[in-house]
C-alpha cells in the first residue's frame, strides 16, 4: 500500500499565502490535492502527472500551484491570495490512472490538514 502524509496547513488571513506539502511512501504517476468544506461535497483542487503536466478547478487559477519532487516523493501546493471559500480541509491523492485529471480514479489518500481562511 502507499502512505500519504499532508502538512503545511494553519490559519491565514484573506489575502495570504500557505504552502501544503505531501510525503508518499512510494512514486504515484498521477497525484493531487483535493478539499471539503463542512457540508460540502469534496472538491479536486489541482492535480499532477509524473512528467509535470497539471490541472487546476477553475476557481484556483492563476492562485495555486501544485508541483511535485519524484526524487523525494513529495508533492505541494502553493496557495496565494487566499479566501474564506478556500477554508477546507485538504487532502494529498494518488492514482495510476493514464489520465491525470481530477476525475481520475485516485485510491490513495492522506488523513488531511486543516486550512482555515479569515476576513
Known amino acids: 500500500q502507499v502512505q500519504l502524509v499532508e502538512s503545511g496547513g494553519g490559519s491565514v488571513q484573506a489575502g495570504g499565502s500557505l504552502r501544503l506539502s505531501c510525503a508518499a511512501s512510494?512514486?504515484?504517476?498521477?497525484m493531487g490535492w483535493f478539499r471539503q468544506a463542512p457540508g460540502k461535497e469534496r472538491e479536486g483542487v489541482a492535480a499532477?502527472?509524473?512528467?509535470?503536466?497539471?490541472r487546476y478547478v477553475d476557481s484556483a487559477k492563476g492562485r495555486f500551484t501544485i508541483s511535485r519532487d519524484n526524487a523525494k516523493n513529495t508533492l505541494s501546493l502553493q496557495m496565494n491570495s487566499l479566501t474564506p471559500e478556500d477554508t477546507a480541509m485538504y487532502y494529498c491523492?494518488?492514482?495510476?490512472?493514464?489520465?491525470?485529471?481530477?476525475?481520475?480514479?485516485?485510491?490513495?489518500w492522506g488523513q488531511g490538514t486543516q486550512v482555515t481562511v479569515s476576513s
Open positions: 512510494r512514486s504515484i504517476y498521477c
Open positions: 491523492a494518488g492514482a495510476y490512472a493514464g489520465t491525470c485529471d481530477l476525475a481520475a480514479l485516485f485510491a490513495y
Open positions: 499532477i502527472d509524473r512528467y509535470g503536466g497539471t
